[in-house]
Every structure is written in structure tokens, then in C-alpha cells.
């Protein structure tokens, strides 16, 4: 009989991303680098943060533009993802089967919903919010109270990072690669774009370094779960350009 072929490496990392979520929620809680982080980002004399979050500029190259162009990418995989066989097979370069456009439309549609729902309901405030920084609340962690007497009247909806969870969505691009350097540059994609979406968001006091690690690794962990439902990660699974119902039927096992 021939061995059962190795899984792909994205498949065998599902439980040590869950165990990495859990090791940062507990070192962040334990230690004060987010504070740290921010003091480095925020100028005390002059009481200013180091990126002008009104700044037209910045802005428009890490908040407003990096949001459209994700959108709008979405949108096109989608018309692909609906669109008949042809429209796909022009793209031979990746593996468009209506499988892996699943599992990256499922990502990008799925991971700023569910980072958003934990934003309604964490009760955390981003770093300007907070009186260390000239807020008017007081700092927590994730699993602290409020002290008594000093709750804020209004929620706060600071954890996780909810800007850069389109970014970080984007690791799903690795689904489309049909070669190991093919899903490696997949990978880099969304971790570069929602790291730097992330970065830009702390530099102007929007998020701690927390929140936006904790969103990058929900992202992973989500689209590897996409993997498993759709099926697009059974070892033997071939990456080709059509869809799964016009893949050729495999001869039986040995």
C-alpha cells in the first residue's frame, strides 16, 4: 500500500495556534508590554500620539484605502467564486477551484464579523480612552473589572483590533497557491497587510499590541477551520483549476 500523503503545513498547525492564542491572552494579562508598547507610541509632553489619526495622508494608505481595496477584492473572488467554470481557468497561474475561493471568501467575510462581535462584548477601551494617555477611563485588563465607583458609562470596543481583521483575513490566500512557496507568499500577504494596518492603528493609540496580535491569530485559527469544513485540506487533494464536481473520479486505494 502507498503511505497516506503528508498533510499540507497549514493543516498542522490548528491546535498550536489555539495554544498560541491562549500563551498571549496570558502573557498580556500577567505583564504590562502593552503599556510599554503604547508609552513608546505616545509623546507625554506635548500629549500627543506619534501618528495624527486625522492626518489625511496616513489615513488614506493604512485606514480608508487598505478597507476599499479588501473590499473590494472580496467582491471579485465572490463574482469568480459564482461564475462559471471559464472565468476561472484564465487564472492559471492559482488553483481557483470553487473550494478554495470558499474557504477565502468564508475568511475575509467571516473573521471582521466575529472580531467585531467581540468588540461589542469585551467592554476593553483602546489606548486614547484611557487616562494614562488623556483619556477618561480607567485602564483594565482583558479579564479585570472596572474598580468600583469608577465604571465608564459607556462600553468600550477596543479588544480585539477590528481595522486590521480584513488584513490579517488575507492569510486565506495561501488556499490559492499551488506550491509551498506559492502558500508561503500567501501567508506573508495578509500577515504584512494587517501588520501594517495593525502598526498604524498603534502608532495612533487605536489598539494595543495585544489586541491586534490576538485578531491576527483568530484569523489563522478561523481560516484553518474554513480548511477543515469546506475540505479543501484532505491530504491527497489535488490544486487544479476546476471544480471539485468536474475533478476526474479517483481510482480506489491500494
Not at 503545513?9 to 496570558?26: E, G, K, N, Q, T
Not at 503599556?35 to 509632553?45: G, I, M, N, R, S
Not at 468600550?156 to 509551498?180: C, D, E, I, K, N
Not at 499590541?209 to 483568530?218: A, C, I, K
Given at each position: 500500500?502507498?503511505?497516506a ?22 502573557f498580556f ?5 502593552d ?11 506635548r500629549?500627543?500620539?506619534i ?18 481595496l ?47 462581535a ?9 489606548p ?27 462600553r ?25 512557496r ?18 498604524y ?7 494595543y ?10 484569523a ?28 476526474p ?6
Open positions: 500500500m502507498k503511505p500523503p503528508r498533510r499540507p503545513w497549514p493543516d498542522r498547525m490548528l491546535w498550536p495556534a489555539l495554544a498560541l492564542l491562549v500563551f498571549v491572552i496570558l494579562e500577567l505583564t504590562e508590554v503599556l510599554w508598547v503604547q508609552d513608546h507610541c505616545y509623546d507625554f509632553a500629549q500627543v500620539w501618528v495624527d489619526g486625522n492626518a489625511p495622508l496616513p489615513r488614506l494608505f493604512f485606514y480608508t484605502g487598505p478597507k476599499a479588501i473590499i473590494s477584492f472580496g467582491v471579485g473572488l465572490i463574482v469568480l467564486l459564482c461564475g462559471p467554470e471559464r472565468w476561472r481557468a484564465r487564472f492559471s497561474g492559482v488553483a481557483l477551484t470553487r473550494r478554495n475561493l470558499g474557504v477565502v471568501v468564508a475568511t475575509l467575510a467571516t473573521v471582521p464579523v466575529l472580531i467585531g467581540g468588540k461589542a462584548t469585551t467592554n476593553i477601551f483602546c486614547s480612552e484611557i487616562r494614562r494617555y488623556g483619556g477618561d477611563v480607567p485602564y483594565i485588563r482583558l479579564c479585570e473589572p472596572y474598580p468600583e465607583g469608577d465604571r465608564p458609562e459607556r468600550g470596543r477596543g479588544f480585539p483590533a477590528g481595522h486590521a481583521s480584513g488584513g490579517f483575513a488575507l492569510v486565506a490566500l495561501l488556499q490559492l497557491a499551488r506550491t509551498q506559492g502558500r508561503f507568499i500567501g501567508a506573508a500577504i495578509g500577515l504584512g497587510v494587517g501588520g501594517l494596518m495593525a502598526v492603528q498603534t502608532l495612533k493609540g487605536a489598539h499590541l495585544s489586541h491586534s496580535l490576538v485578531t491576527m491569530l483568530v489563522w485559527i478561523f481560516f484553518l477551520l474554513w480548511r477543515r469544513l469546506l475540505g479543501a485540506s484532505r491530504p491527497g487533494a489535488r490544486s487544479a483549476p476546476v471544480d471539485a464536481a468536474e475533478e473520479q479517483r481510482q480506489p486505494e491500494e
